[in-house]
Each structure stands twice: as structure tokens, then as C-alpha cells.
């Protein structure tokens, strides 16, 4: 079958098992070169081997709930929108989520992923208490910080290359409403920006959506998004009805993959431009469902189609806090000078980091889409080059294309990684067509 990312590129013809106990599981594991699939929401290769790729989805039920410390016990193929639906009427929601809520509990935890709070907050690891793994020998041990606490560290973030998560045992955040307080600011560039964020690190979220075609002294003009869950004080009678109401907005479907020609300089620039002008209208504080607030775009399922047949790439650098500003300015400039960018480049304030090999650290974090061609490829490259002169690293979650080298030269933890990996057996037994191409 043809596998790929949630970028569509690269694709590859391999073969997925999807085991459904896990004595099945161990002998897919024993056969080596495994490597887990959650629910390919990755945009590039590392949810793909070549020989071995194995589906968690019919790992999907939830264990036990204990309401006194929001701690769920639950099978690593449970998908957090299901997570919300079933725990959220009861008052609690996640207390890490990435921008969609299509990802599974396995995902997640392999890629450490990090939210709009990571700020205040930090990663998903924090939140872990405890999973099962099949390890390198086939076996399911438990870690937590204090049992096999080195393989702990190195799963969380270590993108399914330590072993196969089974389990997880994750906390829940109890909230007193599932509306959020939102509050935007627009700002005129990226210095605004980055003011903008310095100025609220005690918002419990934070993003900026930023136009990335702008230049001169509108160069990376955004509109910063703060969040709280707002307290039930401040909520009208009809919200107080809706409380912790799972409300399922309506979704659209994009049947096909559109003609390329439709995403171009004009298109995006209108449609930035469109993006500004609503934000500046939306200015202040509202109220707002926690669904529009954290997954716009899981509005429109299979939007991953808008970039045409050939796919996209997404681009996600972290630069540390010191140099954030100079490096930001750089990366922006190439982009919009090259005109190429998408229409949702993303800026978010980083915290500190945890996990062995985990993508996040104190600065800013910038995303954007890159329809696949040519030019595109190039400008990644000078964008690499960038972060790297800028001491900054790369979110493995989203790539699809970077050399070995870039890899190595932008974190000083892969050599140690990679000797864990060769000295415990990790490298025979996991293996994606990213690890094969990092050369992890
Ligand atoms: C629209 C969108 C927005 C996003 N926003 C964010 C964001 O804000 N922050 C962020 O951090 N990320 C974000 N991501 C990335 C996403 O959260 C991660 O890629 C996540 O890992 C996807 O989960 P998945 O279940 O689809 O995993 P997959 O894509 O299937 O796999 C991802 C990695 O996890 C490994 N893996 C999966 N399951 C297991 C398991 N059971 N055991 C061991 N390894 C496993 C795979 O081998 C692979 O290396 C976003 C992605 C999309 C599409």
C-alpha cells in the first residue's frame, strides 16, 4: 500500500501490519526494521519503514480514569479527540495538545509534542507518568521516572525508534469551563510580536499567526492569539448551560487534491491580507469554543489536499531565546522575499526543554507549509542554514527532507542517541525511512 506523512511527500509502497494483541505485536517487533504508525499525522517519513510498519489503531481502549488526579490509563492508539469527547463532559482536558486533535496517545508521546502553552507548561513529557513499551527484545516493560528511567527519557521524543508504546498513563488538566477567554493582538511586524509574547509569558496560551509575505516595517505583521480557560464567573447564563459541552462544529471535506495553480503569490497574499484585516476587527477579548480555539484547521478534513498532487513540506525550526529575534528577522526575510510560503506560518514562545532527544527549547518556534517544487527545496535549504547559524534545531514531527548533516550539526544529543540505539539493539529492531535518512 502507499504510505505517507500528512504532507503526502514523500510516499512510499510498503507494507502496514495492524496486530491486535500483543503476543501479535512482539512477533512484528522480533521480525526487526519496525517502526509504529499511529494515525500519520507526521507530515514526513517517520511513521513509515520500509519493511516493517506497524498500525497501533487497533490498540484504542481507555483502561481507568481516576477523577480525584485526572490520571487515564489508556491503550497508546486512542485518538485525543476521542480523549476530549469522553473527559471533557467530566470537567477535564489535556493539559498538552498540538493544533489538531486527530493524533494518537502513541503520537503524541513519541514526538513530545508541545502546545500553545509550552511557555508555562512545558511538553507532553511532563504529563506522562508512566507507558509500556515492546522494547529492542521483544519484550513490554513499564517505564516511568523512576523504572527504566533512561528509556523513559529517550521514548519521549525519540519518534518510535526506542520501541513500540502499548500503554500509556497520562494526567488531565481539570478545567472549570470548556470555553477559553481569547484575546487578540494584532501587531504591525515581528518585533511587535515577539514584544507581544514577552509581555503575556503568564497567558496560559500563546500564538501568532504571521503573514510571512509582508516586508519592509510590516516584515512578519501577526496577530498574537493569548488564551485562559475561562472561570465559569464570567460566563452568561446560555454558557453556563454549555459548560463542558462537546460541541461538534460542523466539518467540510475536500474531496480532491486542488490544482496547484490555485495556491500562488496573489492567492496567499489576499488571503493574508483577508486574515489581517479579520484579526484587527476581532481586537479585545471573547469568548470562544475550545474546538475553534485549538483546531482551527480540523474544520476542514483533508485539507492536506489544498497543496495539489505533489504534496507539501513543512518547515519547523526552534531558535534559542538570545538570538530569537536576529534569526527570526532572517528566516522571514528569505521567506518572503522568495514568496513561496504558505498561508499558515505559525510563531509560538518556547519553554525549557525535556526528553533525551525532544525537539522543544527556551525561544521561538516558527512553522509554515511549502507547496513541494524546486524552489521550495532550495529555500528550505537556506532556511536550515539559518537556523543553523542561529544555534537552533529542527521538530523531527514535521520533516520529510533534511540530510544527515543538518540533523547532526543542529543537536549536539544525536550522537548520543544514535550510541544508545547501537548499544542496546534499538537500531536493528526500529527503523522509519526518516531514521534510515538521518542516518539515526
Ligand atoms: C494540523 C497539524 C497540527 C499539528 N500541530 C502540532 C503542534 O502544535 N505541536 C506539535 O508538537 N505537533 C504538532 N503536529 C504534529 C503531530 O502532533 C505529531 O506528528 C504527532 O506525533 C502525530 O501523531 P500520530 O498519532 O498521527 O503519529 P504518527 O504520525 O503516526 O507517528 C509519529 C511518530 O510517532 C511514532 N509513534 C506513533 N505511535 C507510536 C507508538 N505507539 N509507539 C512508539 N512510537 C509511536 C511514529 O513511529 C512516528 O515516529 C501537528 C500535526 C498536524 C497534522
Same mark, same amino acid.
Given at each position: 500500500m502507499k504510505l505517507s506523512g500528512w504532507g503526502r511527500y514523500p510516499t512510499h509502497n510498503v507494507r502496514e501490519s495492524a496486530p491486535r494483541s500483543i503476543e501479535q505485536l512482539q512477533e512484528f517487533v522480533a521480525a526487526g526494521s519496525a517502526v509504529a504508525r499511529g494515525?500519520?499525522?507526521?507530515?514526513?517519513?517517520?511513521?513509515?519503514?520500509?519493511f516493517n510498519t506497524i498500525s497501533?489503531?487497533?490498540?484504542n481502549k481507555m483502561i481507568s480514569f481516576d477523577t480525584q488526579t485526572g490520571t487515564l490509563v489508556a491503550e497508546?492508539?486512542?485518538l485525543l479527540g476521542d480523549v476530549i469527547s469522553s473527559f471533557l463532559p467530566l470537567g477535564f482536558f489535556p493539559y498538552v495538545t498540538p493544533g489538531?486533535?486527530?493524533?494518537t496517545l502513541g503520537g503524541m508521546l513519541a514526538a513530545d509534542v508541545h502546545g500553545k502553552n509550552h511557555h508555562l507548561e512545558g511538553s507532553m513529557y511532563n504529563y506522562v507518568d508512566w507507558f509500556e513499551i515492546i522494547d529492542a527484545s521483544s519484550k513490554m516493560i513499564r517505564c516511568s521516572r523512576k523504572e527504566n528511567s533512561e528509556l523513559f527519557s529517550w521514548t519521549i521524543g525519540g519518534m518510535g525508534l526506542t520501541g513500540i508504546i502499548v500503554r500509556v498513563a497520562i494526567r488531565l488538566r481539570p478545567i472549570e469551563s470548556a470555553w477559553i477567554a481569547q484575546t487578540t493582538v494584532p501587531v504591525k511586524n515581528l518585533n511587535e510580536a515577539i514584544d507581544a509574547f514577552e509581555n503575556n509569558l503568564s497567558s496560559t496560551y500563546s500564538v501568532a499567526w504571521i503573514d510571512c509575505l509582508s516586508s519592509g #516595517? @510590516?516584515?512578519?505583521r501577526s496577530i498574537v492569539m493569548l488564551g485562559e480557560h475561562a472561570?465559569?464567573?464570567?460566563?452568561?447564563d446560555v454558557q453556563k448551560k454549555t459548560l463542558f459541552k462537546h460541541v461538534d462544529r460542523a466539518k467540510w471535506t475536500l474531496p480532491v487534491a486542488l490544482p496547484?495553480?490555485?495556491?500562488n503569490r496573489v492567492t496567499v497574499k489576499v488571503f493574508n491580507a483577508m486574515y489581517f484585516r479579520y484579526g484587527q476587527k476581532t481586537k479585545g477579548t471573547r469568548l470562544v469554543s475550545w474546538d475553534s480555539f485549538?483546531?482551527?484547521?480540523?474544520?476542514?478534513?483533508?485539507?492536506?489536499?489544498?497543496?495539489?498532487?505533489?504534496g507539501f513540506l513543512q518547515f519547523q525550526c526552534v531558535i534559542p531565546l538570545e538570538k530569537s529575534s536576529e534569526g527570526l528577522h532572517e528566516l522571514v526575510t528569505e521567506i518572503s522575499s522568495t514568496?513561496? #510560503? @504558505?498561508?499558515l506560518a505559525v510563531l509560538k514562545r518556547l519553554g525549557e526543554s525535556a526528553g533525551g532527544i525532544s525537539f522543544p527549547m527556551s525561544g521561538y518556534t516558527l512553522a509554515l507549509d511549502f507547496p513541494v517544487n524546486g524552489r521550495n527545496m532550495k529555500l528550505m535549504d537556506r532556511l536550515e542554514q539559518i537556523t543553523l547559524q542561529y544555534g537552533g534545531r529542527f521538530y523531527l514531527a514535521k520533516d520529510a527532507r533534511m540530510s544527515k548533516s543538518t540533523f547532526r550539526s543542529s543537536d549536539s544529543r544525536v550522537t548520543d542517541f544514535i550510541s544508545m540505539r547501537e548499544n542496546s539493539g534499538m537500531n536493528q529492531n526500529f527503523e522509519s525511512m526518516q531514521s534510515t535518512r538521518l542516518g539515526l
Open positions: 494515525n500519520g499525522r507526521s507530515y514526513g517519513d517517520s511513521a513509515v519503514s520500509a497501533t489503531r487497533h490498540f497508546a492508539g486512542v489538531t486533535k486527530y493524533v #516595517g @510590516s516584515l512578519g472561570h465559569e464567573s464570567v460566563l452568561d496547484r495553480c490555485l495556491l485549538f483546531y482551527p484547521l480540523d474544520a476542514l478534513l483533508g485539507w492536506n489536499k489544498i497543496y495539489g498532487r505533489r514568496g513561496g #510560503g @504558505s498561508f
